[in-house]
């Protein structure tokens, strides 16, 4: 593996950086909206899915509530 400079390493990493699309302030906004929303879904639906296998297991099991 080649070494590099630790002077040579931070010009490399200044490029790349330079280089990155970095997201609008608008985008970023939207995103973490969208990321809420399909948490809380996600979060909905596991929780519903968690109640059914609860209700069948205590019928299979005779547990009755």
Same mark, same amino acid.
Request: proline residues 3%; positive net charge; glycine residues 4%.
């Given at each position: 593996?080649?070494? #590099? +400079? *630790? #002077? @040579? $390493? %931070?010009?490399? =990493?200044?490029?790349?950086? &330079?280089? =990155?699309?970095? *997201? +609008?302030?608008? @985008?970023?906004?939207?995103?973490?909206?969208?990321? $809420? #929303?399909?948490?809380? !879904?996600?979060?909905?639906?596991?929780?519903?899915?968690?109640? =059914? !296998? +609860? %209700? &069948? =297991?205590?019928?299979? /099991?005779? /547990?009755?509530?």
């Amino acid at each position: 593996m080649a070494r #590099i +400079s *630790p #002077i @040579e $390493f %931070v010009q490399q =990493v200044r490029r790349e950086v &330079a280089r =990155v699309t970095w *997201p +609008s302030r608008r @985008e970023t906004a939207v995103t973490t909206v969208m990321v $809420f #929303i399909f948490v809380a !879904l996600a979060a909905v639906f596991f929780f519903a899915v968690d109640q =059914v !296998l +609860s %209700v &069948a =297991v205590r019928a299979v /099991l005779g /547990l009755g509530g």
